[in-house]
């Protein structure tokens, strides 16, 4: 599986962008799709997950404010995000996991990674 992440750019705070992570392959439905995130300086960071059967889970810092959904005819997930803050600033990344269950909060249960595509929240 490749992925592919768009949809970065530059945008005040209070604004919003909506990422998309284009998958090749056609076994895109079975996969769970993750967003995550990484500030300079930092760490990445779990931001969201969409599991093959619909359900997602947010970390709590974008709980209200980020949605993530997939279109699977079209092979393609996406992060809504809106209300952005500064420090929200970051390269985000897609992943792709092939197993289930809990652990989706940690890279090492994705086993495909998208290239990044940089957001910047100006204040």
């Known amino acids: 599986v490749q992925l592919q992440a768009s949809g970065g750019g530059l945008v005040q705070a209070g604004g919003s962008l909506r990422l998309s992570c284009a998958a090749s392959?056609?076994?895109?439905?079975?996969?769970?799709m993750g967003w995550f995130r990484q500030a300079p300086g930092n760490e990445r960071e779990f931001v969201a997950t969409?599991?093959?059967?619909?359900?997602?889970y947010y970390a709590d810092s974008v709980k209200g404010r980020f949605t993530i959904s997939r279109d699977n005819a079209k092979n393609t997930a996406y992060l809504q995000m809106n209300s952005l803050k500064p420090e929200e600033t970051a390269v985000y990344y897609c992943?792709?996991?092939?197993?289930?269950?809990?652990?989706?909060?940690?890279?090492?249960?994705?086993?495909?990674w998208g290239q990044g595509t940089l957001v910047t929240v100006s204040s």
């Open positions: 992943a792709a996991a092939r197993i289930n269950g809990p652990g989706y909060r940690q890279e090492a249960y994705y086993n495909y």
């Open positions: 392959g056609r076994t895109f439905s079975s996969y769970n």
């Open positions: 969409v599991m093959w059967s619909g359900a997602a």
